[in-house]
């Protein structure tokens, strides 16, 4: 958990994100919270990497089980943030509505 600990910067003025746990009622505000958090320190969360990186450190439970096969299989969605929380979405139901 030290990455973690190193991510919670001093003087990012949002919030730090709570752990998810794959409820889908709360899957929005994961993601809300988890990308304010890196917008504002973007030259830090400066490559897709590190932004999967830092979601997967806020999993937790179910959540958490579901990202170790891809951790496992070295997926190419570990080097992919959009795809990677299009996969969320569609692993934790939640339907854009647009």
Same mark, same amino acid.
């Given at each position: 958990? !030290?990455?973690?600990?190193? +991510?919670? +910067?001093?003087?990012?003025?949002?919030? @730090?994100?709570? &752990? @998810?746990? *794959?409820?889908?009622?709360?899957l929005p505000?994961? /993601?809300?919270?988890?990308?304010?958090? &890196?917008?504002?320190?973007? !030259?830090?969360?400066?490559?897709?990497?590190?932004?999967?990186m830092? +979601? &997967?450190?806020?999993?937790?439970?179910?959540? +958490?089980q579901?990202?170790?096969?891809? /951790?496992? !299989? =070295?997926?190419?969605?570990?080097?992919?943030?959009? *795809?990677?929380?299009?996969?969320? !979405?569609?692993?934790?139901g939640?339907? =854009?509505? @647009?």
């Amino acid at each position: 958990m !030290k990455m973690t600990k190193a +991510l919670m +910067l001093e003087d990012n003025p949002i919030p @730090f994100p709570e &752990m @998810f746990d *794959g409820d889908t009622d709360r899957l929005p505000e994961f /993601i809300v919270q988890t990308a304010s958090y &890196m917008f504002v320190d973007d !030259k830090i969360f400066d490559t897709d990497e590190i932004k999967v990186m830092f +979601l &997967m450190t806020r999993l937790k439970g179910p959540a +958490l089980q579901w990202v170790i096969p891809y /951790i496992e !299989k =070295d997926s190419p969605l570990l080097s992919d943030y959009r *795809g990677f929380v299009a996969e969320m !979405k569609r692993v934790f139901g939640w339907v =854009d509505d @647009f």
